[in-house]
């Protein structure tokens, strides 16, 4: 009894500072909520929530679980409300569409909800495997509370009782949530934990070559960067582009921008490595393009996800512009 008051007094006590809480734990509860909502805004909104809600429940804390267990439940619920009704948010290639030829038009759908990159410097996570874009873009096809279940179980690592206890429901129920849920990611072959976690000195030699090739647009040496099978997308854009010989062709015929016209600076996006692509303007500059998240395959690219808007820049902390000079 006085072991377990005494606990009761230490994490009770975390709650009578609540910014040093809030500074403690924001990092990580964004990741949760980025991954159950798919949006860096709404993650942020969701958040905010969380806090909100956690210190107005402050005083009724009993210390029965630590405060990042507690903290993690209201979350949880807090994006499970959030999510009723709501369409899930996908990338192009999770549309249920074939892939597209390179001189096909681009079909622009800005009103689509699309799933957002997150900058790795605002999130905290053990493995960033569990915040790549694939593995949470499968994620949207779950339904949200087996989303939920999934998350809480393989990513935080809860039993199926704290679980349960967490949503209001039965560890048999969750049990067979979770098998669910393992079946449709099996169908994407995806797990939490199936991508390397470092890169190895020869990626860090094709990374360089990359931004090489865009800055020269080399299409033949981008082509020979990529794997055979490799795909490309470019939210809002919905269609998806199959094989490095159509991804070549697309960069040829449908990148505004000629040899010298793309530098790159690079940064961390889901875990994964990535680029802001800037654009020469017509006074000479540079503008944001796109930023590509990129998932490597050896020594090989194997999907690059370009996403469109100087908005995205701002959010990973990428210049608005670069002077002339260029690299």
Request: aromatic share 8%; net charge negative.
């Amino acid at each position: 009894m006085r072991t377990g008051s005494m606990t009761a007094d230490v994490t009770t006590s975390e709650l009578q500072d609540f910014d040093a809480l809030t500074a403690r734990y924001q990092r990580e509860l964004l990741a949760h909520c980025y991954r159950m909502s798919g949006s860096v805004h709404e993650a942020e909104d969701l958040v905010q929530e969380t806090l909100l809600r956690a210190w107005r429940a402050s005083a009724d804390f009993e210390g029965r679980s630590s405060v990042r267990t507690w903290l993690y439940r209201i979350a949880t619920n807090v994006c499970l409300t959030n999510l009723e009704g709501r369409p899930r948010r996908p990338l192009p290639t999770g549309l249920g569409t074939t892939d597209v030829d390179a001189a096909d038009p681009l079909d622009a759908q800005p009103e689509i909800p699309w799933l957002e990159p997150i900058p790795d410097a605002a999130v905290q996570v053990e493995q960033k495997d569990t915040i790549r874009l694939a593995f949470v873009a499968a994620l949207q096809h779950l339904p949200a509370r087996q989303r939920a279940v999934l998350i809480l179980r393989d990513v935080l690592r809860w039993s199926a009782a704290e679980v349960a206890e967490a949503l209001d429901t039965t560890a048999v129920a969750v049990n067979s949530a979770l098998q669910r849920a393992h079946a449709q990611l099996d169908k994407r072959r995806l797990d939490a934990d199936s991508v390397d976690r470092e890169l190895s000195d020869t990626q860090r030699q094709l990374l360089e070559q990359y931004v090489e090739a865009f800055w020269d647009k080399d299409i033949d040496r981008i082509v020979s960067l990529l794997t055979a099978e490799a795909t490309w997308e470019m939210p809002p854009f919905t269609g998806w582009y199959a094989g490095a010989t159509t991804i070549g062709e697309l960069i040829a015929t449908q990148c505004p921008g000629g040899s010298h016209d793309m530098p790159m600076l690079p940064t961390r996006a889901n875990g994964q490595p990535a680029y802001g692509l800037y654009m020469r303007g017509p006074e000479g500059d540079f503008v944001p393009f796109q930023l590509q998240v990129l998932e490597l395959e050896g020594d090989r690219v194997r999907h690059v996800s370009a996403f469109h808007g100087a908005e995205i820049f701002a959010r990973f902390g990428l210049p608005d512009r670069i002077d002339g000079q260029g690299r």
